[in-house]
């Protein structure tokens, strides 16, 4: 943490490393955010349709998208795309020497490498959140609306009922905190890999096992502090 704002920042290698994990992540996160959308949306349908409760279809689904599904796809994507790369790449530094000979030279790995990739892979977060945003919400109100026939008033409007801004806020920090996190993970098992080519592959997978871990305790935590000090539209 000390290094992260400790100049000279490496302001070229941060704008590198965001489009490259912006590169591998952004059509994936798209992808995969269009049928957890659409699966929310038809199952909440059909709930509420079963309590009688149809008009809060939209309220339901909105609010599950931008609170929860859309910063836990654009997580995994992170952490299984970019982080994975990341990873990867510092393995193969490290087993090259490469990081070994940085430090010998005086020059900090951690400020030099591995900063402006984890605040690269927070700030791609932060931006893929919000594209996962729209196309979850795109791809459940078409499938409610136009699908299964329901009324596109009635959901945008059961939506404006209960949404707040803190909902959106709740969801950009989780993206950029989840992000964060992932980067620490990977850049920290990318330096520390076990011995031979064998162990970056294993260095890998295990980032991104530790990632999805620490992203869905985080989001356990996070849900219920937001939950508990933020209180419900109206009340």
Not at 19 to 32: D, E
Not at 39 to 50: G, K, N, P, S, Y
Not at 80 to 98: H, P
């Amino acid at each position: 943490m000390k290094q992260t704002f400790r100049p000279p920042f490496q302001l070229r290698e941060y704008i590198e490393q965001t489009w490259f994990v912006t590169k591998v992540s952004a059509l994936p996160t798209a992808l995969f955010t269009i049928p957890f959308g659409a699966t929310i949306a038809l199952l909440l349908a059909e709930l509420t349709r079963q309590f009688g409760a149809q008009s809060q279809t939209g309220a339901g689904s909105v609010l599950a998208i931008v609170q929860q599904a859309a910063p836990i796809v654009t997580a995994l994507l992170i952490s299984g795309a970019g982080g994975s790369a990341v990873c990867a790449d510092l393995g193969a530094r490290t087993i090259r020497e490469e990081i070994a000979a940085m430090e010998v030279l005086g020059i900090s790995p951690i400020q030099r490498l591995v900063v402006p990739r984890v605040l690269a892979m927070a700030t791609t977060a932060l931006v893929l959140n919000g594209l996962a945003t729209v196309v979850g919400v795109g791809g459940g109100y078409f499938f409610n609306v136009i699908i299964q026939g329901g009324t596109p008033g009635a959901y945008i409007a059961s939506f404006s009922a209960i949404a707040q801004v803190s909902d959106i806020v709740v969801s950009e920090v989780k993206a950029a905190l989840f992000g964060f996190t992932a980067g620490i993970v990977a850049a920290y098992r990318g330096l520390n890999p076990p011995p031979g080519a064998k162990g970056v592959g294993d260095a890998v997978n295990q980032s991104v096992v530790i990632s999805f871990v620490l992203v869905f305790l985080i989001n356990l935590v996070l849900t219920a502090l937001y939950l508990e000090l933020v209180p419900p539209k109206g009340i």
